[in-house]
């Protein structure tokens, strides 16, 4: 008897590329063959880690598709959406995306999988996998409650009766309180053109016809809302998360995603030599670009809360190293200041003991890897979903501290030069974390709880490993029911007991 064959087919981006190859690691650990498909430089990103783990002996293997990115008018090579040139690209690189379609439905004819996991961005793809009789499940990875949000507003007329931008109101329909502003729930400060509303649609009507939802969660940390995700859509939602901690070996939570820009042993080092829960760890993300005077308060805060910290600044111009420099900003923080230029190892960081607090720009994957740590989390929202994400890290699982960012930045490109978060705010924030009194201590025991809780829902029995039963099995019967070739019950349950 084969064993299972999922197709994974991640969104060309780092925050929706690392959970999938995750995922693909959990599928091969449980007995099933896993084929990813991406693009040659997305698949040079996950190389090393893919590699060691068919090493290991999992059935893991990459099919390369073309980005047709001249035909889309994209420059060639511009294969990730997080090094897109600029904001205008962004409609063309979707335009490319679909043009995959061909390629998609040729692979899937071949191999005939038990199911594809397709992520959100490629609406097309239940089309295609619903004509082969392959069930498609939709991965977004992000948190039920940003999509419980995001449906409740987005997907109704709730939008057409609040007239100002700024004005926080609360959102109908949600177990909690939560109160948000139209721009923070739409994570963006313009209305959306109608090229993006189309595809929005799309997004929304693939889902409708597709078997579910694989979510980058778990049940412990929101089961209210992923009930509640699940009724709005009448489908199932199986809760695998956080997948990050299917990362055991240090070398695999140092290259997760990339070759980080610092060695994993010397960024250990550094983090051996403090003490534990003492130091902040600032990443913005992988797509977030923060401008130089941003990035210049940024730093004078982390420099005034006189804590070690560790820094992650991605494309760094030269006006701004020029400042570092004339600064002298590092020999003035000296030991107590790590700034890594270019990838970090994030989840390496997070799980070291000496790591107590997490700045997070709340994109879903960071804001589960600051959970899966029991850190708490200064929310520094920049767009999209993560506005959501913040009112779900402060207002309901209560585990982190506003830094105050009231207005979404375009598409997370700061091309404004102005200054939305002062250097007194990071430090009034990163105090309140760390310190805070009794409200503090409450808030990093909270985080603590959820952290043992995150490892539980992953372990043998956890809530997350018994979900990962029954996606396998789920898909293994909705095939079979699909190609009207219905497979015996002891063969149902020979192939259950392979997984
Ligand atoms: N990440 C990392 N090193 C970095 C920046 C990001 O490992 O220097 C990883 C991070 O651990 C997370 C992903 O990249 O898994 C970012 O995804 P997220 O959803 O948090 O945000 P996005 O980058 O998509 O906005």
């Known amino acids: 008897m084969e064993p299972p064959h999922f197709v994974m087919f991640p969104f060309m981006a780092q925050g929706h590329l690392i959970p999938a190859v995750d995922i693909a690691k959990m599928l091969a650990k449980r007995g ?24 290991s002996g999992l059935s893991i293997r990459v099919f390369h598709l073309r980005l047709p990115c001249a035909e889309a008018g994209l420059p060639e090579g511009c294969e990730h959406f997080d090094t897109l040139p600029s904001k205008d690209h962004v409609l063309n690189f979707f335009k490319a995306t679909a043009m995959l379609r061909d390629q998609v439905q040729d ?51 709730f939008f057409e009766g609040i007239a100002s931008d700024t004005e926080y109101f609360v959102v109908p329909g949600l177990p909690h309180r939560i109160e948000i502003t139209k721009i923070q729930a739409r994570g963006s400060v313009q209305e959306l053109n109608p090229e993006s509303v189309e595809i929005r649609k799309q997004i929304f009507n693939s889902e409708e016809d597709a078997a579910g939802t694989v979510a980058n969660t778990f049940q412990e940390l929101e089961s209210e809302y992923i009930n509640k995700y699940a009724n709005i859509k009448s489908k199932k939602v199986w809760c695998i998360g956080p997948v990050s901690l299917c990362n055991v070996e240090e070398s695999d939570k140092a290259e997760r995603g990339n070759t980080a820009a610092i060695e994993g042993h010397e960024c250990l080092k550094w983090l051996d030599s403090h003490a534990p829960g003492s130091v902040i760890y600032v990443c913005l993300g992988s797509i977030s670009r923060v401008g130089d005077v941003q990035l210049m308060e940024m730093g004078l805060g982390l420099e005034a809360t006189n804590r070690p910290f560790v820094w992650v600044i991605r494309n760094a111009s030269d006006a701004f190293e020029s400042w570092l420099s004339e600064e002298k900003f590092e020999e003035r923080v000296g030991g107590r200041g790590l700034l890594i230029r270019g990838w970090a190892p994030q989840v390496l960081i997070l799980s070291h003991r000496a790591t107590g607090g997490f700045v997070t720009h709340c994109g879903w994957n960071s804001t589960l890897e600051g959970v899966s740590s029991g850190v708490g989390m200064i929310t520094w929202p920049v767009f999209a979903e993560q506005f959501c994400n913040e009112k779900f890290i402060v207002g309901v699982i209560k585990t982190g501290v506003r830094v105050g960012v009231e207005v979404p930045v375009q598409l997370g490109m700061d091309e404004s030069g102005e200054v939305q978060v002062k250097r007194d705010d990071v430090k009034r924030a990163i105090d309140e974390l760390m310190d805070g009194g009794v409200e503090g201590a409450e808030r990093r025991e909270r985080a603590r709880r959820l952290g043992e809780a995150a490892k539980r829902a992953v372990e043998e029995g956890g809530s997350s490993q018994v979900s990962m039963t029954e996606l396998m099995q789920d898909m293994v019967r909705l095939k079979a029911s699909y190609s009207d070739k219905s497979l015996d019950a002891t063969k149902l349950d020979e192939i259950s007991s392979l997984i």
């Open 32 to 55: 099933v063959t896993v084929s990813i498909l991406v693009t040659p430089k997305n698949g040079c990103r996950v190389k090393k880690v893919v590699d060691r783990a068919i090493a």
């Open 107 to 157: 692979f899937i004819a071949r191999v005939n999988p038990t199911c594809l996991i397709a992520d959100m961005c490629f609406p097309w793809a239940t089309d295609v996998a619903t004509q082969l009789g392959i069930p498609r499940l939709v991965f977004h990875g992000t948190s039920c409650f940003s999509l419980s949000c995001v449906n409740l507003l987005e997907n109704s007329s």
